[in-house]
């Protein structure tokens, strides 16, 4: 019995097959440019490998959105996962607590899985903080040792017109000494030496602030009437409820009440009290202003303003002594209006230029003369380095050199350096 064979074709499995494979965004291949037999030596140097480095863009592109998709629905699942667990966790717990009434007892009973979901989510909200906190303390610390140099603490000063000052200064010392970040005084001249603690800094800061300007009177004169003071104080009081009431009004100070409540107080020595610092203040700052414009209306720039019959410097020292006002503060007061009064007087003058009208802007220019000669600021005072950043604003420097060459011809006796650090024309 014979059988046939018939010729089928040949079938392959799948694991046959070739598998296909995706390009790889990053190949290196490598070739020698040159064979040589290994039995016959070669005289001549062969060249090296040729290394060739192939990046496809869009494999890598493909595989990274690929990675970032499968990422994300994993999230997503796992976030569904704790959600869900956490409602079912929630709702076992909710009803985990039975009371026992008949055998006077509390039963408590739940799923394992509960108790494993509330411990992996305190665990992990513990591990969350602690590691929150030491990246916070691991920034801190590369902020203050990794940085250039020592840094210095800079605060604002409102009682110098908002200026930037230093405060005080962190040097960083040997790591041993347990208090390394000692602050010491920005003048210090050797580093870790001359360390000041905060009464010092605090009595500095006091004598440096108490530092009266030379135009500052040195002695207020003594009351001339020594009896009959009660009557005095009474209409002192009775002037200083006027002036208020005439304030609440909403009506300005008038210069009259100004010059009877000095007189009244130089006269008998009382002294006027008003309810708050900032009613003292505001009345203080009308007084001064007053005393501006005085100054801005002498009729011979020789000769010294006064009011009342008395020098303008010593009526303003007068007054912050009969009102209760500390002199610092009252020096403050001052150097703030003279300030206010430059900026505007130069702005106004610069106006009156620009319209043609020189005989205005040079009037404008003999008000700060004046001014400045009634109350010379001190020198790189912060009220004349605000002036200067305020005019920067609007005018250039050539336009500052045209006012200061108009101020000079306007003041050819006095001395211009406030002026020329009004007008930030130092350098």
């Known amino acids: 019995m014979i059988f046939a064979r018939s010729a089928l074709p040949a079938v392959f499995l799948p694991s046959h097959c070739h598998r296909y494979r995706r390009p790889y965004p990053l190949t290196i291949s490598s070739s020698l440019s040159s064979r040589r037999d290994r ?40 976030l569904r996962r704790f959600i869900s667990a956490g409602g079912e966790s929630f709702d076992d717990l909710r009803t985990s607590v039975r ?29 969350a903080i602690i590691a929150a906190r030491a990246l916070v303390w691991l920034g801190l610390g590369f902020r203050s040792r990794w940085r250039f140099g020592d840094w210095a603490m800079i605060r604002r000063d409102r009682s110098l017109g908002g200026r930037e000052v230093v405060v005080g200064r962190r040097l960083r010392t040997d790591r041993n000494n347990k208090s390394f970040r000692v602050p010491v005084s920005p003048l210090s001249p050797v ?7 905060g009464e010092n800094v605090v009595r500095t800061w006091r004598k440096k602030q108490e530092k009266l300007p030379k135009w500052w009177p040195d002695s207020i004169p003594r009351p001339v009437v020594a009896t009959g003071k009660q009557d005095y104080q009474r209409e002192a009081d009775r002037l200083v409820r006027e002036i208020m009431d005439y304030r609440m009004s909403g009506k300005d100070y008038r210069y009259d009440d100004i010059i009877q409540l000095r007189e009244i107080c130089n006269v008998s020595g009382a002294k006027a009290s008003f309810e708050t610092a900032n009613a003292r203040d505001s009345f203080y700052r009308a007084a001064v202003d007053f005393a501006l414009n005085s100054c801005s209306r002498a ?93 920067k604003r609007h005018l250039n420097v050539e336009q500052r050199k045209h006012l200061l060459n ?22």
């Open 39 to 78: 039995r016959r030596p070669d005289p001549k140097p062969s060249p090296g490998r040729k290394l060739e480095l192939t990046i496809d863009a869009d494999a890598i592109a493909a595989r990274t959105s690929a990675a970032a998709t499968r990422l994300l629905r994993s999230s997503e699942v796992r």
């Open 99 to 127: 009371v026992d009434r008949v055998r006077n007892r509390v039963l408590f009973s739940c799923r394992e899985s509960s108790l494993l979901f509330v411990g992996n989510l305190f665990f992990w909200t513990l591990m």
């Open 299 to 391: 009729v011979i720039p020789s000769e010294k303003p006064q009011i009342g019959g008395e020098d303008i410097r010593q009526f303003i020292a007068g007054l912050a002594d009969n009102i209760g006002l500390a002199n610092f503060r009252a020096v403050t007061l001052v150097s703030a209006a003279v300030a206010a009064r430059t900026r505007s007087c130069f702005l106004q003058c610069w106006a009156c230029e620009i319209q043609g009208k020189r005989p205005e802007a040079l009037e404008e220019l003999l008000k700060i003369c004046l001014i400045h000669r009634a109350f010379p600021p001190e020198e790189q005072s912060a009220e004349m380095e605000m002036v200067a950043s305020g005019l």
């Open 191 to 197: 580093r870790g030496s001359g360390l000041i603690t």
């Open 406 to 427: 108009l101020y000079k011809e306007t003041c050819v006796a006095d001395s211009h350096r406030s002026i020329v650090e009004a007008l930030g024309l130092e350098h």
